[in-house]
């Protein structure tokens, strides 16, 4: 079964210091990871995913199979970041729907 | 492109009534997916769509929800009777299938309250 869990419900950090939300996942497969998110009044998005390789907003995930873990990371928060964060899983086939964590949500302190 | 376009965007109810809540997905988009959101259990997949067809409705609650895509440009999701538990955020979702699954293109959600 596929599961996703993002053990923080809240996090709070200071304009400036660097962020981590952590997500380990549950998958006898090759899983595809996501990360989404929902800023304040807008619609649930996609943040960036494992198979990119890519950094979004300053953002960067590495897959780790050895530790089943996709933690977000940014060295520097900024305010503009608060927001709902969603880790997600697909398996490899791409025809399986997404499954989500219960989501962090990131307070950036000025 | 308006992007996925739910309505209503907040329904109050009592319980008991019929809620039917709905969702047109992006032009083109041949996924159609249908989410739940609560504060407890976060986003559960109720239900979705390929190509009009039912795919998987194992995450619908019970038998009083149910979900309909009567063409590639609608789809209905419905609840009778309603029940207080049933007070969430539902989330309509499409995206292009094949290599693109995986990016989900959301709306902005239907906020159902029942008394």
């Known amino acids: 079964a596929q599961r996703v869990t993002q053990p923080e419900k809240l996090l709070s950090v200071f304009k400036g210091a660097p962020v981590e939300l952590k997500c380990n996942y549950s998958?006898?497969?090759?899983?595809?990871l996501f990360w989404y998110v929902q800023y304040s009044r807008q619609r649930l998005q996609l943040l960036l995913r494992?198979?990119s390789r890519e950094s979004i907003k300053g953002f960067t995930a590495d897959l780790n199979k050895g530790e089943t873990s996709f933690h977000l990371k940014k060295p520097f928060a900024q305010e503009e970041d608060s927001a709902m964060y969603y880790c997600?899983?697909?398996?490899?086939?791409?025809?399986?729907?997404?499954?989500f964590g219960k989501g962090t949500r990131l307070s950036v302190i000025a | 492109d308006a992007g996925v376009i739910q309505s209503p965007r907040h329904e109050v109810t009592e319980m008991g009534q019929e809620v039917t809540l709905r969702c047109k997905p992006i032009?083109?988009?041949?996924?159609l997916f249908w989410y739940r959101q609560t504060m407890m259990r976060g986003l559960e997949l109720l239900i979705y769509f390929n190509n009009n067809v039912p795919i998987d409705d194992s995450g619908m609650p019970e038998d009083r929800f149910s979900a309909k895509m009567p063409n590639a440009s609608f789809s209905t999701l419905k609840i009778q009777p309603s029940e207080p538990r049933d007070s969430a955020v539902y989330f309509c979702?499409?995206?292009?299938?094949?290599?693109?699954?995986?990016?989900?293109?959301f709306g902005e959600g239907s906020r159902l309250t029942v008394l």
């Open positions: 979702a499409s995206s292009p299938g094949g290599e693109a699954t995986g990016e989900l293109f």
């Open positions: 997600a899983l697909s398996g490899h086939s791409g025809n399986t729907p997404l499954v």
């Open positions: 998958y006898s497969g090759s899983p595809e």
């Open positions: 494992h198979i």
């Open positions: 032009s083109g988009h041949n996924s």
